[in-house]
């Protein structure tokens, strides 16, 4: 059974676009939702996390979390070229504990 | 702004042999992470170390795999002797007991 399901796309998008990425989870004991943005063969690199159901928001950035229906989202507001990377989702259950990934969504933003 | 600092960027190493992937972490952390990621795959979790032992680990880290923290800085992952599926890039990662964890550049392994 995979832990956390991701789209891996690619997703392609002009800019200026919003952005929808999405991952499921089927681990009821997930109380930790990161993203994570990827350039290529580069370490993962923190955009934002939450704790529990809700929503956050960091600039042109906003995480959803809805633990009821085991879905998480990242928007990405007024996307530009610069966002083209991979972004990936995590999770865990408990602080200090392992994070588990999704596989990797591949955007393209297009000026 | 800290960072998680990884040496070497690219091991290539023969099959059989032992590599010692290196990472300092960012000095106020607590709770040390490695992971690895296969090309086109998951990044995956090996171990997690803190309060100088293995608080966790995935059931790729076997016994060929070991991790040390021998100087308060520096942490390290050996693989004893390299197999050509052990090729991936590895990451170091850390945090301060938040989720809020912050991921090294990463070490490409290559076994030939």
Not at chain 1, 5 to 20: F, N
Request: net charge negative; glycine share 6%.
């Amino acid at each position: 059974q995979k832990e956390v399901e991701q789209d891996p796309g690619p997703l392609s998008v002009p800019e200026g676009a919003i952005v929808s990425l999405n991952c499921t989870y089927s681990n009821s004991a997930f109380q930790y939702f990161m993203w994570y943005r990827q350039y290529s063969r580069k370490g993962p690199e923190l955009l934002m996390y939450t704790y529990s159901s809700g929503n956050k928001e960091d600039g042109r950035f906003t995480a959803q979390v809805d633990k009821s229906s085991k879905y998480i989202s990242l928007f990405i507001r007024d996307s530009q070229p610069s966002d083209s990377a991979t972004y990936l989702c995590a999770m865990s259950a408990i602080e200090g504990n392992q994070f588990y990934f999704g596989t990797g969504t591949s955007l393209t933003v297009i000026p | 702004e800290p960072e998680v600092t990884q040496t070497p960027s690219h091991q290539v190493t023969q099959m059989g042999q032992e590599v010692i992937l290196r990472c300092v972490p960012i000095s106020n952390h607590l709770y040390f992470y490695w992971y690895r990621q296969i090309l086109g795959q998951k990044v995956e979790f090996l171990v997690s170390f803190y309060n100088n032992e293995i608080s966790e680990k995935s059931e790729i880290f076997d016994d060929q795999f070991s991790v040390e923290r021998p100087d308060g800085s520096n942490f390290t992952l050996k693989i004893r002797s390299t197999k050509l599926e052990d090729s991936a890039m590895y990451f170091c990662a850390g945090d301060s007991g938040t989720p809020e964890a912050f991921f090294g550049q990463g070490t490409r392994l290559t076994v030939v």
